[in-house]
């Protein structure tokens, strides 16, 4: 019981493909590796978008697959920014983007990987200390309302691949992320 | 460093797709205490996980993982996709009973059976049985029956963020619309390592 177009033969696990061959290192290394082959760069990014505001500065689509460094980005509630490449996390960027946007905390994740199609289209390394923690961030379809959100901990080797089905059995991308905790400024 | 060679792609939402009905208000009332049935209901008959056998602590009575008919709140227990029938009188475990799990190198948890969500729809919503608070998962069954293999494992046992019952449960709803099938929500109540 599933979607008349799932075919679970889509799926690419990393089980089969990054644990038995060369590419496990790109999974726990601190290096980024690109993927070999071509990559599928997920359209259109239907997040609701946090404005940064000047505050930080965004360089990236939220999705973009193409950049080769561990990328940033923003979360207040339902909405998230776009990704920047550059730069680190600081509590009074944090601060300001609450202050100015008046709808909770705001919350920095490094970009850790995009998965659509039922595979992992581009993966980064950790980067700035962020968590042990990767949360999956399931945009919401055309009709809204329906976007979801998974929190889960460990390894990416043994967590990714339920992203890898999240993607394939909603037909959606899949955006990872871990929460990067500012340092506190004195 | 080269960038990847890359195509741009789009998602297509299935036609058949239909938003999930859910009334916020309803939602916000639910409680650890809250039990609730669907008046009709077919009854779902989704592909089972590999079993995972309980031993002795199955004597005190099992049903079907996504039965809906079981009064008491059931627990189940899993060890990667290997996940057992719900246990409809649950109690904690003894050293004794753990010990009868091959648990090498893996984790046991236990999980309360909280609510069966289909096609967008809540079939049953069972009341809190133990007092662990937090940590919520989603259990979707595979589509793929046969031997066990991680080429064609497309089962789903995957944390929530949602801490809070009525986030968990509308998140089940969600789900259970935007992959067309049945998921089961749970509750983590315990972790046992080997």
């Not at chain 1, 202050?99 to 850790?112: I, L, N, Q």
């Not at chain 1, 995009?114 to 968590?131: L, T």
């Not at chain 2, 753990?98 to 059976?113: I, M, P, Q, S, Y």
Request: hydrophobic share 40%; net charge negative; glycine share 6%.
């Amino acid at each position: 019981m599933s979607w008349p177009t799932y075919d679970p033969a889509q799926l690419e696990f990393p089980a089969v493909t990054w644990w038995q061959g060369k590419r496990t290192p790109a999974l726990v290394s601190q290096e980024y590796e690109p993927f070999p082959g071509r990559v599928l760069a997920p359209i259109p990014a239907v997040f609701p978008v946090l404005d940064l505001l000047g505050v930080v500065t965004p360089s990236a689509a939220l999705l973009d697959v193409t950049h080769t460094q561990t990328a940033l980005f923003y979360v207040s509630g339902h909405a998230i920014s776009d990704a920047v490449l550059d730069g680190e996390v600081r509590d009074q960027d944090l601060l300001d983007l609450e202050e100015a946007h008046r709808s909770g905390p705001v919350t920095a994740y490094d970009k850790r990987a995009v998965v659509a199609r039922g595979r992992v289209q581009q993966y980064w390394p950790r980067a700035r200390g962020s968590g042990e923690f990767l949360t999956f961030f399931v945009p919401p379809t055309v009709h809204g309302g329906d976007a979801l959100r998974f929190t889960v901990p460990g390894d990416p080797r043994w967590q990714i691949p339920a992203a890898v089905v999240l993607s394939a059995r909603m037909c959606t991308p899949v955006l990872v992320g871990s929460q990067v905790v500012a340092p506190q400024t004195t | 460093m080269t960038a990847p060679v890359t195509a741009p792609v789009t998602d297509v939402l299935p036609d058949e797709y239909e938003p999930a009905r859910i009334d916020p208000a309803w939602l916000a009332a639910l409680t650890d205490s809250t039990a609730w049935h669907a008046p009709s209901n077919a009854v779902p008959t989704p592909v089972p996980f590999p079993r995972l056998a309980t031993g002795p602590l199955g004597d005190t009575g099992t049903a079907p993982l996504f039965d809906l008919e079981h009064a008491p709140t059931a627990w189940f227990y899993n060890i990667g996709h290997q996940v057992s029938d719900a246990h409809v009188n649950p109690a904690g475990m003894t050293r004794e009973q753990h010990d009868w799990f091959n648990v090498d190198r893996a984790v046991l948890f236990t999980r309360e059976k909280r609510a069966i969500a289909h096609r967008g729809n809540l079939l049953r919503l069972w009341p809190a049985h133990s007092d662990v608070t937090g940590e919520y998962a989603l259990v979707c069954p595979p589509t793929v029956t046969g031997p066990y293999s991680t080429s064609t494992v497309d089962g789903l046992m995957v944390d929530l963020s949602a801490t809070d019952l009525p986030a968990a449960v509308r998140d089940a709803i969600v789900a259970s619309a935007r992959m067309n099938t049945t998921v089961l929500l749970a509750r983590t109540i315990d972790r046992m390592y080997s």
